[in-house]
């Protein structure tokens, strides 16, 4: 199933490549040491994104994804139900990071880092696969924000429990961060031979925080494409650009889904490679990454916060991106 896509150019210097194939297909076929870095927003419930519930979603009929109401106008975006998973499916989610875990060793360099969107409640399964699979587990960066997922009365007795929150409202989501070991005898000298080992600065002064203000994804991002778990170009850009400490080598992106990952690493200057298994997805790849990437151009994740004058400048530059790729199209 593996066809390479594309290969894009950033201003002639940065280079990414698109393959439509199942990543775990695809790693196989890879050299070893071939990747610096991971940065991936995977599914979760493993169920979710198999084709007949991707078919309910888009749809408008749910299945394991929950279609939330309308609130003051604001459609808000289809949510999995972790809550619905069985048992045995939870195991399999232990299972299945192990198993992905086992496909990306040998193709990342020693002391590669990968981060990995996670959600709190299925977070110990994940790093408990990662760690049989031989990575160090390394902690999280929390992304804060306000959330939609928990804080809901009993259902069907809401009335009679009008003070009660079945789970908290969720604010945070966790980006796991795993670390394949280190082939030296020290960091220093792992960075010296692999590039690898350590996490790239916010500044010289300023280490990378393991807790980052992010809001929404902004709808000037959103309108580039509709899917249902598309993470802001601000907290993806800070990510991707922690993963090569001293800027070299290649980051992997083994589920594409909407391409706001590639898009990051293109704004920024890396090399990457994107894998994506859905048809629907991976022909709208190219644009979408071309129009994100063009967003707030001074951006590259070197701050925490993004600067409204760029903003202003990038909403331009959507604007002109946007009508280039219709023009393209028709």
Known sequence: MDSLSTIGENHGMTRYELHH???FEWL???????FHGVCTDPPFGIVEFLPHEMAKMRSGRGGVWR??????????????????????????????????GEALHPVLVPGAHI?????????????????????????????????FRGGDRPKLAEAEFPEVCVTPRGNYEPWMLFRKPI??????????????????????DQPLPDIIQSGKTPQIEESVFNHPTMKPQHLLRI?????LPTGEGRILEPFAGSGSTIAACEAIGYDSVGIEVDDEYFTALEPN????????PTFKGQRLELDPQSDQLSNKRQQRSQRGIQSALL
């Open 289 to 296: 990454i071309a129009a994100l990437s063009a967003l707030y």
């Open 183 to 204: 082939g030296e005898r020290t960091v220093a000298e792992n960075l010296r031979r692999w590039g690898t080992g350590a996490l790239r600065r916010i500044a010289v």
């Open 21 to 23: 194939a199942n990543c």
């Open 28 to 34: 196989k076929d890879q050299p070893a040491n071939s």
């Open 67 to 100: 279609l939330p109401p309308t609130i003051g106008g604001s459609k808000r975006d289809p949510l999995p139900r972790f809550t619905t998973l069985s048992d045995k499916e939870r195991e399999h989610v232990q299972v299945y990071f192990r198993e992905l």
């Open 239 to 243: 990510l991707a650009r922690s993963l």
């Open 115 to 147: 981060l990995l969107a996670g959600t709190p409640m299925l977070q110990h399964l994940v790093q408990m696969g990662f760690a049989e699979a031989g990575f160090e587990v390394r902690g999280a960066i929390m992304r804060l924000y306000r959330g």
